[in-house]
């Protein structure tokens, strides 16, 4: 069942771009599925902000969040490399997989349900309010819970296929759960290397002491400005060893 779930999942980014006449920008998605019931997901509302929506919120016989990343393919990261501004080909990467998302999520859904289960959508997660910078849906975290990798110093998760890409998830009756990836994928917080993305940080949100999230919105605010309201950046996640595969 999870091959088809997957497969349907390719199918519908397939059609999707021959529809919509897009060129595919993504490498091969991972799916993976985090139990309702892991450590971290019934600790959300302590990990992010107390106000963090939880599964039983949106389904209340939920079992599993599937969570699924779609890689940026290599070039879409190397665009965004320099400037201090967002690459156009970035900020449309950006916007078209977030479109494309919202399509994929109801299709998900309804294919689900089609095998005999339950599951609903968290809908369009952002900011809590003006001057909050969390999610009340946090699709890393959550990624996290499901085993996908670990958290670099730029504060992203690391995939097998990198952190240059974007994650969004489902609740589901699906009885699926995958363990938490146990190694550690950042090579700062391996040996204490690289930090490069440390230094492609344009204000200095991030540093090795830490990541100040405001600091980090005044750069998403002014790409917004460019890019019609898309609050993007990207500096810290493109041009690493860590940004299309695990180093």
């Known amino acids: 069942m999870r091959n088809n779930i997957e497969s349907a999942l390719n199918n519908f980014i397939e059609s999707y771009c021959a ?3 897009i060129t595919p920008i993504w490498q091969t998605p991972i799916v993976r599925y985090a139990s309702v019931d892991s450590p971290i997901i019934r600790k959300l509302k302590t990990l992010v902000i107390p106000e963090h929506i939880m599964p039983e919120d949106l389904l209340p016989t939920a079992k599993s969040i599937l969570s699924y990343y ?10 965004n490399i320099g400037s201090d501004i967002s690459s156009p080909v970035w900020a449309n990467a950006y916007s078209v997989t977030n479109t494309m998302a919202v399509q994929l999520n109801l299709m998900l859904v309804e294919y689900i349900k089609g095998l005999g289960y339950d599951a609903a959508t968290p809908g369009n997660p952002g900011r809590i309010a003006e001057g909050i910078f969390f999610s009340n849906w946090s699709q890393r975290h959550i990624a996290y819970a499901a085993g996908h ?3 670099g110093l730029n504060n992203m998760l690391i995939t097998e296929r ?3 890409g974007r994650y969004f998830s489902i609740v589901t009756t699906l009885p ?7 190694g550690e994928r950042c090579l700062y917080k391996r040996n204490g290397g690289c930090k490069i993305c440390v230094k492609r940080c344009l204000n200095g949100a991030l540093t090795t002491g830490g990541f100040d999230r405001e600091l980090c919105s005044v750069m998403g605010d002014r790409n917004a400005k460019i890019y019609n309201g898309s ?4 500096k810290c996640v493109v041009g690493l060893p860590c940004s299309n595969r695990e180093p």
Request: aromatic letters at 14%; hydrophobic letters at 25%.
């Open 70 to 79: 779609l890689p940026f393919q290599d070039g879409v990261g190397k665009s």
């Open 19 to 21: 529809e919509n006449s």
């Open 162 to 164: 990198g952190c240059c």
């Open 149 to 151: 990798g670990s958290f």
């Open 231 to 234: 609050t993007i950046c990207g």
């Open 176 to 182: 699926f759960a995958d363990e938490i990836y146990k």
